[in-house]
Every structure is written in C-alpha cells, then in structure tokens.
Antibody, heavy 121, light 111 residues
Framework: EVQLLESGGGLVQPGGSLRLSCAASGFIFGSYAMTWVRQAPGKGLEWVSDISSSGGGTYYADSVKGRFTISRDNSKNMLYLQMNSLRADDTAVYYC??????????????WGQGTLVTVSS | QSVLTQPPSVSGAPGQRVTISCTGS?????????VHWYQQLPGTAPKLLIY???NRPSGVPDRFSGSKSGTSASLAISGLQAEDEADYYCQSYDSRLSGVVFGGGTKLTVL
C-alpha cells in the first residue's frame, strides 16, 4: 500500500524558513516524479512544485519561485520542500502527492495527509 | 482567481444527477491537455476521482463520469448519495504557465 507521510509543518514568523519532509513507502520511490500541492485555509488547491524521478528536473509555481526548493533523497525514500522568506500568504496545508502512473507527473494520487504551515508573527 | 473556472457550489437531492463544469482556455484544456477530477471529503486529503478526462481509478463507482469538449470539461454524478457531499476540483496542465493548474473547487451539497 502506498503511504505518504508529511512532517515539518508548524508556526513560523514572516521571513522565516521551514523544511517540510514527506516519507514515502509502498512503491519504487526513485521511479516516480513527485509533487507538492498546498491549500490555504478554506481555499482551493494550488500546485507548488514538481521534481523529476532523478531529482535533476525541478519546477515551481511563480508564487514560490526563488523562495522554495524541492529536493529528494531516493536512497531514503524522502521528498523535501525547503521554504525560505515565508510570507503570510504561504499559510496552508502542504500535501505531497505521487503521480497516478509512472510516465507523467499528473494526475496525482494518492496524496499524503498534509502538514499545516502557519506564517504569523 | 483560478486558471480553471468552476461553479462555487452545486446541490441535488439523493438519487438525482448533478454536473460540475470546468472552463479553461486555449493554453490548458483547449490545448488538448487532459482533465482530471479530485474529490475532497471534509477534513481529508484530495482523492483522484477521474483521470484522463473520463477514466475512473479502481474503486471509484461508475456513478461518477467525466467528459471534455473544447475548452471545457464536466464531472457528472448520478444517483446522488449523502456520502458524495464534498468539494470537487478539476485539474489540467497549462502551457503558458508551464505547470499544473486547478479549478477553484465546487462544493456539492446533498439536500
């Protein structure tokens, strides 16, 4: 069974940093691209970032480009999101998600349970 | 403002059929990129409901169906059940933005 478990969320001040982690199991992690999606409280879904299976290709939404960095460690089955220069509008539940099939980055499924990031002073 | 436009809410009585629209543009749905649909039950993570415009993952009831035409797509739910009450999101890819795009979501209320 595929499992994705996010961690690392919490309360951080504006301008601060946070590193999210996603522990993957139940599939050959190194064969799949991976994605981060966020959801602000009471709002819709927003794609944040993708990373290729090898980690050599990374892609970002304009809203986080230059501030967030996606990475992965295939030897540990781990996905990461380093978030710097955090702003209030980065407050959201952050989900990691696996592509439904191996050949593309989408559609997404399954998803982890999410980790809440709150940016506030 | 989401790139893909969905109605904020729809409702229907048990047993009825409802549809949820998803309108895009020539850089996403109209550019022949596939449309996918997700169901998010209250307090839970999204779940893939329809992929590749009209395909259901294993375990999704055939009451759920998808279609796509031009720059729009639709999700239909027939035989509405109380457990279908959830938020539904469409998703595609946008070539102008070079990334995944979602609709704003539609809240389905079962009366």
């Amino acid at each position: 069974e595929v499992q994705l478990l996010e961690s690392g969320g919490g309360l951080v001040q504006p301008g601060g940093s946070l590193r999210l982690s996603c522990a993957a199991s139940g599939f050959i992690f190194g064969s799949y691209a991976m994605t981060w999606v966020r959801q602000a409280p009471g709002k819709g879904l927003e794609w944040v970032s993708d990373i290729s299976s090898s980690g050599g290709g990374t892609y970002y939404a304009d809203s986080v480009k230059g501030r967030f960095t996606i990475s992965r460690d295939n030897s540990k089955n781990m996905l990461y999101l380093q978030m710097n220069s955090l702003r209030a509008d980065d407050t959201a539940v952050y989900y990691c998600a696996k592509p439904f099939d191996i050949v593309s980055t989408e559609p997404l499924g399954p998803w982890g349970q999410g980790t809440l990031v709150t940016v506030s002073s | 403002q989401s790139v893909l436009t969905q109605p904020p809410s729809v409702s229907g009585a048990p047993g009825q059929r409802v549809t949820i629209s998803c309108t895009g543009s020539s850089s996403n749905i109209g550019a022949t990129y596939d449309v996918h649909w997700y169901q998010q039950l209250p307090g839970t993570a999204p779940k893939l409901l329809i992929y590749g415009n009209n395909n259901r993952p294993s375990g999704v009831p055939d009451r759920f169906s998808g279609s796509k035409s031009g720059t729009s797509a639709s999700l239909a739910i027939s035989g509405l059940q109380a457990e279908d009450e959830a938020d539904y999101y469409c998703q595609s890819y946008d070539s102008r933005l070079s990334g995944v795009v979602f609709g704003g979501g539609t809240k389905l209320t079962v009366l």
